[in-house]
């Protein structure tokens, strides 16, 4: 019966030697995939540095343009303001063109009969001033029948 336990202790040390030599082999092949994703996460840590360099950068020239762009904006205002006085201006002017017009018209017609006598009566100045000159020369050419 010992015979059975030292047969039972030997297998047990070589079924736990080789249980080990597995344990080994998949431990190596464990470590090598550990030190290829150690390898890819240092790449991938390299290119994410690489990247929020650019990011910030962006970051950087995003801030410069949308400074640019406010003072621009601001600028703007102030010529829409420039703007919006001058149109406030032209109605103003137009506004007063209107009302100098219609006071324009309302004299127009209430000096319109005097108008119409001052009219009348330049004809008929016109008329006795022509009448006044024919008879002057009248007077002046000598008339042959008379001769």
């Known amino acids: 019966m ?10 047990i040390a070589i079924a736990f030697f080789i249980l080990v030599i597995y344990l080994s082999k998949t431990l190596k092949s464990l470590r090598g ?15 994410l540095d690489g990247v929020t360099k650019e990011t910030t950068i962006l970051l950087h020239k995003t801030n ?10 601001e600028s703007l205002n102030s010529v829409v303001d420039a703007v919006k006085d001058v149109g406030e201006s032209v109605r103003k ?10 006071s324009i018209n309302e004299q127009f017609d209430e000096n ?7 009219v009348q009566w330049g004809q008929v100045i016109l008329d006795l001033k022509e009448k006044w000159q024919e008879r002057k020369q009248r007077k002046y050419i000598p008339q042959r029948e008379e001769l």
């Open 112 to 118: 319109k009969d005097k108008l119409v006598n001052v």
């Open 64 to 73: 410069e343009l949308t400074s640019d762009i406010q003072n621009k904006a």
């Open 33 to 47: 995939t550990l030190d290829n994703l150690a390898s890819t996460l240092s790449g991938l840590e390299k290119q």
């Open 2 to 11: 010992e015979i059975i336990l030292y047969l039972s202790v030997a297998l």
């Open 93 to 102: 002017f137009n506004g007063s063109i209107q009302n100098m017009s219609v």
